[in-house]
């Protein structure tokens, strides 16, 4: 068979298509028990949304920078569950005491325990690879 340009761009497409589908629709790895009830993780990201604490905390680096990441929060020796549940009735300088239910206050420490399941924070601990992931440097 001899390689013309049409069939060198007719085996780079289905090798692209190939490796499309190996990453899109392969399994992703999920703990089989993740720690946190997904439904009230989705419920406590709603109110996360609609208090705006976007603004003042980070979530993976991103957002604002009065208050701070709360990404590992939940398993942080020194905070944890019974600390930020204290901050959100309490409030601090910075930050207001907010009308929560204590539904609302379990959604949020839902959510939060599902953003600490997910990964770390520091993207400094991060490096890319050649085919464009990220991965956690062993050292940090």
């Known amino acids: 068979m001899k390689l013309n340009a049409t069939n060198v761009f007719l085996i780079l497409c289905a090798s692209f298509l190939v490796f499309s589908f190996s990453i899109y629709l392969g399994p992703l790895s999920k703990k089989a028990n993740p720690g946190f009830n ?9 109110i996360w949304q609609n208090h705006n604490c976007q603004s003042c905390h980070q979530l993976y680096g991103l957002g604002g920078y009065l208050g701070p990441d709360l990404t590992n929060v939940i398993s942080d020796a020194r905070k ?9 009735k309490s409030g601090t300088k910075q930050m207001p005491a907010y009308d929560l239910s204590e539904n609302e206050i379990h959604g949020l420490l839902e959510f939060l325990k599902s953003v600490d399941a997910s990964g770390v924070a520091d993207p400094r601990s991060f490096t890319n690879t050649n085919f464009g992931m990220i991965e956690k440097h062993e050292n940090k």
């Open 38 to 46: 997904s439904e009230e993780a989705a419920r406590g990201r709603l």
């Open 80 to 88: 944890g569950e019974v600390v930020i549940r204290a901050l959100m």
